[in-house]
């Protein structure tokens, strides 16, 4: 079964701080992604990556950077954390061809007080 | 920005009776999926359409693409207290990349 795991299931950090997300997949996928979830606003793709040090930015890409220097990991970066971050963030990973679902983390509440 | 909107954004149902979500793009969809996710828990894959007017079948599901691949659905029949959760559907670009852009979901309640 295809693993996709995130550092954190709950986080709290301080407005200002830098956070860092983890999400390590175990299947070789190429495709890796950040969302943010809120209610009403579904899923919103702040990141992709589709190879080693390859990105994409997505919809919502201010306020974050990331990093992918291993194939197995994606990492999401907050650079200064702002009360307006406070939310869900679910990690992804799938193959580009074929069949192309996406399997999902378990998702990280992160709060920024 | 998203392109990708999905109605309606909540409904509550009475166990048994039947459910539909919509999901509607501007372009022309390369392919559809569709995602489950139960409370507290992470988005799961259920289906993926391709062809124009494709319709799949997953036991109470029917999937359907639209004729011009702008547009797709998910009924539920009869639905059970199992079902409750909310429904995403996503844009997949098809290509090497893969990009997943996913529609603002539907939220289903079923009452017993």
């Known amino acids: 079964d295809v693993k996709v795991t995130q550092s954190s299931r709950y986080l709290v950090k301080r407005t200002g701080e830098k956070v860092f997300l983890e999400c390590v997949q175990d299947m070789d996928h190429e495709n890796m992604f950040w969302y943010r979830q809120d209610p009403g606003l579904g899923l919103r793709l702040i990141y992709f990556s589709y190879d080693v040090k390859m990105k994409e930015k997505g919809d919502i890409p201010e306020g974050y950077s990331v990093s992918r220097e291993k194939k197995e990991r994606f990492s999401l970066i907050l650079e200064s954390a702002s009360t307006n971050q406070t939310s869900m963030y679910l990690c992804a990973s799938s193959p580009p061809w074929g069949r192309t679902e996406a399997f999902f983390g378990q998702g990280t509440r992160l709060t920024v007080v | 920005g998203q392109q990708v909107m999905q109605i309606p954004q909540y409904q509550h149902v009475q166990e048994g009776e039947d459910f539909t979500t919509y999901c509607n793009s501007s372009t022309t969809l390369s392919n559809i999926q569709w995602y489950k996710q139960r409370p507290g828990g992470h988005p799961v894959f259920l289906i993926q359409?391709?062809?124009?007017?494709e319709v799949k079948k997953q036991k109470r599901l029917t999937f359907q693409f639209g004729e011009a691949k702008k547009n797709s659905s998910l009924h539920i029949t009869a639905t059970q207290t199992t079902d409750v959760g909310t429904y995403f559907c996503a844009e997949g670009n098809g290509g090497a990349t893969n990009k997943l852009i996913f529609g603002t979901g539907t939220l289903l309640a079923v009452q017993p």
């Open positions: 359409l391709v062809k124009s007017g």
